[in-house]
């Protein structure tokens, strides 16, 4: 009988252990018979891979010749590691998605093949005059243009209606300048007996509703400076986050949090997530409208507000694109080529992720009441967007600034960004010296 | 024979037929370790030179490959970022190493009790260090969450915290380490009862009949006895938990801030995100050179008046 009960215990653990990890078999999906066989990875592991597992499906029955294994990988940990052993290997996926800034890093390497034929200045089926030039120039390498964008994502503003309401401040307010914005948010922000962040009676240590918050920190870093006409670095290889002007914004940006008490801490993409839900002014992405229109019934999409500059709107914007593998050639490149078209028109249904299309005709064509996000956003980006400055190391850059802001960010006010963007600037300076 | 043919040959031949049985014996053995040896130096060894071959390197993969000389190494000392891994590294390792050399030696001593269900305590103590590190990340994150975790649901019932065990720059680390202690504690622990089954049961009688009793026994037998055993798994600990990587890489990602970023965390980033293999290979070849300093430090405080 003791071993019975032993042999029972041995096999539900192994089975709580199993379905643990079965949970990574969701990540891949496969679909049509055909003989070409293709496979496409990708980073999309939130709910924008459902929309995505739709889209593929659906150029499989398209294309009865063709057959698809989808493999989704999450962008930060796995999908880098293993697309650069695949392409170091001689192996790569015959599709992969990586964002525009990306590129110029496995450009360099000479791993890209030059997608310049499938746009239509080429003979191509893809009108290079429906896509945005900013994503073109972004996708351009030595005269080369490397990669068809699926999307033209960015940074915005969410607002819960209720919380506005709540604070008896119209939903559909925008700020639009600094001092505009903290006194919007310090009117947004409650405590436990309703009192605003402007009250001599406010209790900091009892809030119950934000009135903005500090999210990724990068898309927020690439706003301040785009709207401030400035730059991490200069283009004389000159790492700029020294500059006094730099530092004073984003310290703006922390004082909400130190000082006026009107944003949370940032301490966790779990426990922001779980804290948005009472922040009246949720500073995200257009990728966050499956997590908006789930978790909060009143909503609405404004663009992001101009906070720099006097009248300069500019706001950081970024496109999922589709890459090909230098190596790739025959019949499955044509394939290839065959899917990277139909993604490129099929805008409007990957637009259901939140995510606004890359082609400006299907940006002009959105519905706002089928696309009540992605249509804002999107008329907002192609006006404003502002895609990162690229560079070969980009990779490694971008963790020094994002590794200075966290340090900042998650200390609970004890370090400021004075004490962190030096250090940073000096990273970033060896790294572009480097190869200087 | 061997005696009649050894009469029968000269002094010279004598010796001749010596060394031809010398040498017969020396390939014999030799022939027994070769496979091991032939895999040792495929995969450990030439890995291992290639290496440090390679941190002399500015090498990206794709495309030219110069020699720098010590840039690698230079950089590397010059680099904050290395000190701060190296500092979270150093904390982890002799946080987890002596948890783990001293707990298990207790909960193997109960273990080697005679008592009903010992196995199964024995089966389920073991079990956790079956499971693979993104298992027991996931684990994790989801009993520590802040919000949404177990523990924190479980303290707040009687009004406790609820605790950042994984976003607090002062508990990640000891957090990890107790996640790495109910993880990893089935080796030792099995080592240990290895070791206490060796220890003959007419000392235990002998102590007492001298009125010896439990601690006293523990104490003044088990512990002494067991020394080497406790070196060895104190030696084995601190080089496989300097070599920490999946427990910040699922759980934290080297957060909150760099607080819980370390070596191996560092030198994956630098190899395979940043693509810069010599200077990825640079920090492994530092960080096997103070492994093996700490390991000497280790046998010779350590080892000294071992009882075998």
Partial sequence: MNKMRLLLVIVLLLAATIGLQAQDDDMVSEFGAGEIELLFWNGLTGPDGETMVGLVKAFAEANPDVSVRMERLNWTQQYFPKLLAGLAAGNPPDIFLMHEYEMTQFATMGVLKDLSDIYSNNGGPIPIDDVSPAIIEALTFDGKILGVPLDFHGYGEWHNCDLFDAAGVPCDTLATTRDEYLDLAQRLTLDANGNNAQSDDFDPDNIVQWGTSIFWYRPGFLTALAQNSMSWADDMGNALLEDQAIIDTMQWFQDLECVHHVAPPPAGFDRYRALSINMAIFNHGSWAWNFVSQNVENWMALPYPALGEEGNSAVWASAHVFYLPIQAEGERLEASKRFLAYMSDAGLDWAHSGMPPARISQIEAMDPEVYPSASTFGANLLANGVFDRQHRNWLEIEAQYADAMARAFESECEVSMADVFPEANARIQRILDRYN | ?308
């Avoid at chain 2, 014996?25 to 495929?42: D, S």
């Avoid at chain 2, 479980?154 to 000891?174: C, E, H, K, M």
């Avoid at chain 2, 067991?226 to 999946?246: C, D, E, G, K, M």
């Fill in chain 2, 1 to 308: 024979m061997i005696g009649r043919l050894r009469q029968s040959l000269s002094p010279e031949k004598k010796s001749a037929a010596g060394s031809w049985r010398t040498w017969k014996w020396y390939v014999g053995n030799y022939a027994f370790i070769l496979p091991f040896m032939l895999l040792f130096a495929i995969f450990i060894l030439r890995p291992i030179v290639a290496s440090l071959q390679m941190s002399f390197f500015r090498w990206e993969i794709f495309g030219p490959k110069p020699f720098i000389g010590f840039d690698n190494y230079d950089e590397l000392l010059n680099d904050d970022l290395w000190w701060v891994a190296l500092r979270n590294t150093v904390y982890f390792a002799f946080l987890t190493s002596a948890l783990l050399t001293t707990i298990p030696i207790f909960i193997a001593i109960a273990l080697n009790l005679p008592f009903r269900g010992r196995n199964v305590f024995r089966t389920l103590f073991f079990f956790p260090y079956v499971l693979s590190a993104s298992v027991v990340g996931l684990v994790m994150r989801w009993l520590l969450g802040q919000q949404f975790g177990i523990v924190n649901y479980l303290f707040g019932t009687v009004g406790i915290g609820p605790i950042p065990f994984i976003a607090d720059s002062d508990l990640v680390i000891p957090s990890l380490s107790v996640i790495t202690l109910w993880w990893a504690f089935g080796f030792p622990m099995l080592i240990y009862l290895a070791g206490l089954s060796n220890i003959p049961q007419d000392i235990y009688e002998a102590a007492r009949i001298d009125g010896a009793r439990g601690w006293q026994m523990t104490r003044y037998i088990t512990i002494p006895l067991l020394r080497p055993i406790i070196l060895f798994v104190a030696v084995t600990q601190l080089i496989s938990h300097f070599q920490v990587f999946a427990q910040p890489y699922v759980i934290t990602n080297g957060g909150p801030a760099q607080d819980s970023f370390t070596v191996i965390f560092y030198m994956f980033r630098a190899a395979w995100t940043y693509f810069r293999m010599g200077f990825g290979t640079a920090m492994a070849v530092l960080l096997a050179v103070i492994i093996m300093a700490f390991t000497l430090l280790q046998f010779r405080f350590g080892g000294r008046r071992l009882e075998y």
